[in-house]
């Protein structure tokens, strides 16, 4: 059975931090590029950082760079978001992907979501 699994959130006061993880079972996670999405109320899901290869280097939309350091360990099968400086705007359901497209086939998988809130 897929799963991703994600863990991490709560509330958090702004100026703080949170480390959210996300691990995978059932497929072979090193295979897929991951994804870290978010959805504030009434917003659209956006992108919030991408490791598009196995092993590449992150991606940041402009509105965490330099906040958030998104990181993958093959080993654990698991994806991080460590969250710094956070502030009421990061206030969002967070959902992990993981996605590959191979031969003409897309595996394309999420994460239930879980919360996190900024607020004093």
């Known amino acids: 059975q897929v799963q991703l699994v994600e863990s991490g959130g709560g509330l958090v006061q702004p100026g703080g931090s949170l480390r959210l993880s996300c691990t995978a079972s059932?497929?072979?996670?090193?295979?897929?590029?991951m994804y870290w999405y978010r959805q504030a109320t009434g917003k659209e899901r956006e992108l919030v950082a991408a490791?598009?290869?196995?092993?590449?280097?992150?991606n940041y939309a402009d509105s965490v760079k330099g906040r958030f350091t998104m990181s993958r360990d093959n080993a654990k099968n698991t994806v991080y978001l460590q969250m710094n400086s956070l502030k009421p705007e990061d206030t969002a359901v967070y959902y992990c992907?993981?996605?590959?497209?191979?031969?003409?086939?897309?595996?394309?998988?999420w994460g239930q979501g879980i919360q996190v809130t900024v607020s004093s």
């Open positions: 490791i598009f290869g196995t092993t590449g280097n992150p």
């Open positions: 059932g497929f072979t996670f090193s295979g897929y590029a």
């Open positions: 992907h993981a996605w590959k497209y191979v031969s003409g086939s897309k595996f394309d998988y």
